[in-house]
């Protein structure tokens, strides 16, 4: 491909998105990390999931984070969360240390994780009334927040009652209606199909563009992963480092036909070079081992 | 080329049968049961290993007797009949002069009242009247003279000779009877007659069902409990050591599902002690908690509580653990969690477990009330059992099962009422009685409208009941 087109080179904005970019740097950072840092003990020894993780992520701004799998994605933004401690190292949202999961920094699971027991317009309602709002002023709220994610039809029914997309649209509702500084969001879509997952990209950054929320977003897709983003964290895998911050020079707002522009195309390049390094091309191929006839080459 | 058509084989690995077979398959699976227990029952070349008795007679010198009503092998039968006609031969012979005449006279009032199951068989006699010896003496008369004709049971030739032969000795010439006006020389026996039987642990169906109804709706003699108030006490022993189990159980299971501490705390202790049978505790029961029915509740609680225990913290250890973490990210304190996550969480499967537990509880009735002081159902299965009148214990052990299964059917259907978001039962008997119900009103309904419509139509119209019995989320 890099053969067959001319690219230009990932780092060059144009004057927009270099202006974007300095607007976006002068808001003030909503969370960060310093020297995060990850060990497991196991039988085998010590195993270390993730060194040295520096992040500071600004207000409203997108970030993804991709890596080879096993990288310690999940992990990283589990601690994020505050479901899992650092073994070394801190988080803190807007300067204040992380200790435990919290509202303020809602997540969105790939396994959708919607009470099955409870219909979507309770669902939503339910990081609100562990807040203690009242029944009557959270579920108007609820009924907003349904309404963003396109859901006002179906907010009588029950999770099992909804497709894929629409379950994950229910868990962004729901995530969003406690009004968090960060939407951790752990590769939401990795379990739908093509094009449902297209479709949800475009309502996560319309929703996004409406919402005012810090996005940090997980996934393996390199194409979701440039589409959606400011900023992409490239970690590789053991032990899980920072490998790059790219910054996307993709202007926005974000179309799909962008996906064959000269831009995304560069950073698309440069994300395969450090996810699946050149050297790595040898260990693609098979053993040569042909069952077929003389003259029957497909290539 | 022929259109491929959709196989017609009632036997396709894995595939769903249509709806309309599956009824048929559903009331199959309880006619085929209780065809081969008719056709056993009632096919007299069929096994049939006993006679019956209509007759008996004693025989000298023999301790074991037999009255109408017992069983014999049908080998040995022969050689009992064979037995009683030497025993006649010799008293034409008159060769048993040894015997005084008052032994002669016992003898024969025993002979005479031998008539009396075909008196009270045919209806002449009513039961407590079968001691009546001037009633009996009367039959006697009627049978030798013509004036009664026994048929249900018949008197075999054989013995219809042996009544007038008999009759000619008895008779006295006032015709009425009188204990001292029995003849000195002693009468023939009746010669045993019977029919081929099934021994009596295998009653015919119709007889279980007579005196089940029998049973069921007469009041019990001597001030007994009845069927109704003996159900309703089994009931009460089954449903208090289940819900006092329950009660204990649940919070115990679902704390040792969510809190390891908890979980080692109780379960290596729990898996322990529910190797050791309860039942072995029945006597220790029996002095802690006195004879009556505390102590029967006692054991159905201690057979069913351990394994409660057990298999809650399992349904509760197995609820998505992911829900518990979305919670915490929306917010939710440890304290809300199980409250707000957990029960609900494991709601339709605990419910689901009790369901199971409660048929589990259902197995111990029968042992619980047997100790202490007999109760309930299991002492009529335990009464009538010891006098062999298996036609009475069937319907009470029926009874049992038949309530069991529709309390759990019952609260199989509540399941689908109670949580919505779980859907229907997708597998056991309630489904299979669902499709069943549907599947004969659909062959049924298949069957008129293929009369009407003609058979092109008939594969589209059945078509999507089989979808409504097989469609799950």
New interface residues.
């Given amino acids: 491909m890099s053969a067959v087109l001319d690219l230009p080179d990932y780092r060059e904005q144009s004057p927009t998105v270099a202006a974007r970019f300095q607007k976006l740097k002068e808001r003030p950072v909503v969370l960060e990390t310093h020297g995060l840092a990850k060990r497991f003990v196991t039988p085998h020894g010590r195993v270390s999931a993730l060194e040295d993780i520096h992040l500071a992520v600004h207000r409203r701004e997108f970030l993804t984070i991709i890596g080879p799998s096993g990288c310690g994605k999940s992990t990283l933004i589990r601690i994020l ?3 899992e401690s650092a073994t070394e190292g801190r988080v803190l949202l807007d300067g204040h240390p992380v200790t ?4 303020e ?3 969105v ?1 790939q ?1 959708y ?1 919607l ?4 219909t979507v317009k309770k669902n939503v309602m ?2 609100l009334q ?2 203690g709002q009242g029944g009557g002023e959270a579920d108007s709220q609820a009924r907003q927040w349904i309404d963003l994610v396109g859901l006002s039809r179906f907010e009588n029914s ?4 909804l497709s894929g997309g629409m379950k994950q649209r229910v868990a962004i509702a ?2 969003l209606a ?1 009004q968090p500084r960060v939407l ?1 969001m752990d590769e939401p879509f990795g379990a739908l199909d093509a094009q449902t997952r297209c479709q949800m990209q475009s309502y996560l950054l319309q929703i996004w563009r409406n919402v005012d929320v810090t996005i940090i977003f997980i996934t393996h897709d390199l194409d979701e992963a440039t589409y959606l983003a400011d900023r992409i964290l490239v970690l590789e895998a053991n032990p899980g480092r920072m490998r790059e911050v790219i910054e996307v020079p993709v202007p926005r707002p974000r179309e799909v036909e962008q996906i064959l522009s000269p831009e995304f195309l560069a950073t698309r390049k440069r994300l395969e070079e450090l996810i699946h390094p050149p050297g790595d091309a040898r260990s693609d191929k098979l053993p040569m081992l042909k069952l077929t006839r003389v003259g029957d080459e497909v290539e | 080329m022929s259109r491929p058509r959709p196989s017609r084989s009632w036997f396709r690995i894995g595939q769903d049968v249509p709806s309309h077979r599956a009824g048929l398959l559903t009331a199959c699976s309880f006619l085929l049961p209780l065809i081969l227990w008719c056709a056993v029952s009632y096919t007299p070349w069929i096994w049939h290993p006993d006679i019956k008795l209509e007759l008996s007679a004693d025989r000298a010198n023999i301790a074991t007797f037999y009255t109408a009503g017992d069983h014999v092998s049908r080998e040995y039968f022969p050689t009992f009949v064979g037995a009683v006609r030497q025993a006649n031969r010799l008293v034409e012979q008159q060769a048993l002069a040894t015997e005084s005449p008052r032994q002669i006279k016992r003898a024969n009032l025993k002979k005479l009242r031998h008539l009396a199951p075909i008196a009270v068989g045919n209806g002449w006699l009513t039961p407590e009247e079968r001691v009546d010896d001037a009633k009996l003496y009367r039959v006697w008369a009627d049978l030798a003279e013509g004036r009664k004709e026994a048929v249900r049971p018949a008197l075999t030739p054989e013995n219809q000779q042996i009544v007038a032969q008999n009759w000619a000795r008895l008779r006295t010439p006032t015709g009425t009877y009188d204990y001292t006006a029995l003849p000195e020389r002693p009468l023939l026996s009746l010669v045993p007659q019977g029919r081929p039987a099934n021994p009596v642990y295998l009653p015919a169906p119709h007889e279980v069902v007579q005196t089940g109804y029998r049973d069921w709706t007469t009041p019990s003699a001597n001030d007994g409990p009845t069927m109704a108030e003996r159900m309703r006490h089994s009931i009460k022993i089954v449903f208090g050591g289940f819900f006092l189990a329950a009660l204990v159980g649940v919070p115990i299971g679902i704390l040792s599902g969510i809190y390891t501490t908890c979980s080692r705390l109780f379960e290596p202790f729990i898996d322990f002690f529910r190797y050791m049978p309860a039942p072995a505790f029945g006597t220790l029961l029996v002095a802690v908690f006195m004879a009556h029915d505390a102590p029967k509740i006692a054991l159905v609680f201690l057979g069913t509580v351990f394994q409660l225990i057990l298999v809650v913290a399992k349904t509760t250890r197995q609820l998505d653990r992911s829900l518990l973490e979305a919670a915490q990210t929306l917010g939710a304190r440890p304290r809300h969690l199980l409250a707000r996550v957990v029960v609900p969480g494991i709601l339709p499967d605990l419910y689901n477990d009790l369901r199971i537990l409660l048929g589990w509880a259902w197995t111990w009735l029968v042992i619980a009330e047997l100790i202490g002081v007999k109760s309930g159902l299991t002492e009529f299965i335990e009464t009538q059992g010891r006098f062999r009148n298996f036609d009475r214990v069937y319907p009470v052990i029926i009874a049992i099962g038949l309530l069991g299964f529709f309390t759990d059917q019952i609260l199989a259907f509540g399941r689908a009422i109670f949580f919505p978001w779980v859907g229907t039962p997708s597998r056991g008997p309630a489904k299979w009685i669902l499709q069943g119900l549907r599947g004969v009103r659909s062959f049924f309904g298949s069957a008129i409208r293929d009369r009407e419509m003609g058979p092109r139509r008939v594969a589209n119209l059945s078509s999507p009941s089989v979808a409504g019995g097989g469609a799950q989320p």
């Fill in positions: 969360a505050g479901l435990g999961p919290g509202s920094r809602g997540m699971f396994g994780t009470f099955p027991w409870l339910f990081g562990m807040k029950y999770p099992h009652q729901r995530a406690t951790l």
